[in-house]
């Protein structure tokens, strides 16, 4: 169970990092469309896993890998944007949301 604190965390980085590729994604990604899902942030403040949902991406596998490529760059314009309120900037690391996928699978399944 999450603490107050790591709940507070855990919205002010959905909010900032949505923020980042909302301004950075054309420019580093192309048309891909990137949203942020979930966060989830370890007890001790230093890990946050990102959950993103790609659309209009050709290949989400290699759009990930091309977005863990640029994890420097986000963790870099993340600690200028919450450098007031966190001591210290998690380090990031991003999954793919894949609940629309299965959400789509099963209502397909029960419309048989």
Known sequence: MASIRQEKVA??????????????????????????????????????RIHVSLFKAADPKTMLDLIKTHTKDIRGELGNRVGKQLRITPALEFYIDDSLDYVEKIENLLKK
């Not at 949505?18 to 001790?44: E, M, Q, W």
């Open 11 to 48: 919205k002010l980085l959905h909010k900032e990092i949505g923020d980042i590729f909302l301004l950075k994604s054309k420019s580093l990604f192309g048309n891909a469309f990137i949203t942020v899902t979930g966060v989830r942030v370890t007890p001790d403040l230093s890990l946050a």
